[in-house]
């Protein structure tokens, strides 16, 4: 037997984890981790200091980014007013930080970006989706941008009664089946992937109700590489 959630059970799921700061087993709190902060690094200095970034959660990504002079558009499904209201205990973050209601998949805050973070979301996107996100994305990328793509694939999701779940219009990628299409899309573009399998683990049941391969992404687009692909 086979539960199916829906996009919208997802949606409620993270307005109120937000809106009630509860810290979630997906440690949606965590710092930054090393390898944004390695990707980070090797961003070249010929990119532009703009910032995208898609299904942003506490925002502490958006953050660490407008700290290292980043000027960041924040886009998640949650109330915008949840993420404005952390950012107004300083006035300057709200100077940096754009705050946008929105679905990434119907995202039209798409623009000539230096760096675009999409963190475990586009899991969540239909393959058609992520599909044309990422081609718009990379269609506007200027000279030295760089983007990071952290997604679940071969995920196996599990309830308290041992049922399986999905999600519905879930990508559900093989790691082969999205190691490809970023070949694919970002072709020209310095790409390093890297797998590492990720659990969830449910404390009361001592069973791993989300279990996943995550795929790291860091894609950096070659300065002075003509038109635009
Ligand atoms: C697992 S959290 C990741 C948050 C953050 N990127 C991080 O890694 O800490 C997923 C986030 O994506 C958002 N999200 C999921 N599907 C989305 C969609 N279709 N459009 C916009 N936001 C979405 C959720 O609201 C949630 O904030």
């Not at 996009?7 to 509860?22: I, M, P």
């Not at 081609?135 to 997604?151: K, M, N, S």
Request: glycine content about 8%.
């Amino acid at each position: 037997m086979c539960i199916v959630r829906t996009q919208h059970d997802v949606s409620e799921f993270y307005r109120k984890a937000l809106a009630e700061g509860t810290q979630t087993a997906e440690r949606l709190c965590a710092p930054v981790s090393d390898r944004f902060a390695g990707f980070l690094h090797g961003i070249s200095a010929d990119a532009p200091r703009t910032a995208l970034e898609l299904g942003y959660g506490m925002g502490t990504y958006s953050l660490a980014l407008a700290r290292s002079g980043f000027t960041v558009v924040a886009v998640d499904q949650v109330p915008a007013r949840i993420f404005r209201s952390r950012l107004s205990a300083n006035p300057d973050w709200l100077k940096h930080i754009d705050v946008v209601e929105q679905r990434v998949e119907s995202c039209s805050v798409i623009g000539n970006f230096g760096l675009v973070i999409a963190k475990d979301v586009l899991h969540y996107l239909r393959q058609d989706q992520v599909r044309e996100l990422l081609t718009r994305c990379i269609q506007r990328a200027p000279a030295a941008a760089g983007h990071f793509l952290e997604v679940f694939t071969d995920i196996t999701r599990t309830d308290r009664r041992g049922h399986g779940v999905m999600i519905d219009g879930e990508a559900a990628y093989t790691a082969a089946g999205f190691r490809d299409l970023i070949e694919r899309l970002y072709s020209g573009w310095a790409i390093h992937t890297t797998l590492s399998p990720h659990a969830e683990r449910d404390t009361e049941t001592a069973r791993n109700y989300f279990e996943a391969n995550r795929i790291t992404v860091c894609a950096y687009r070659h300065t002075g590489t003509g038109a635009l692909r």
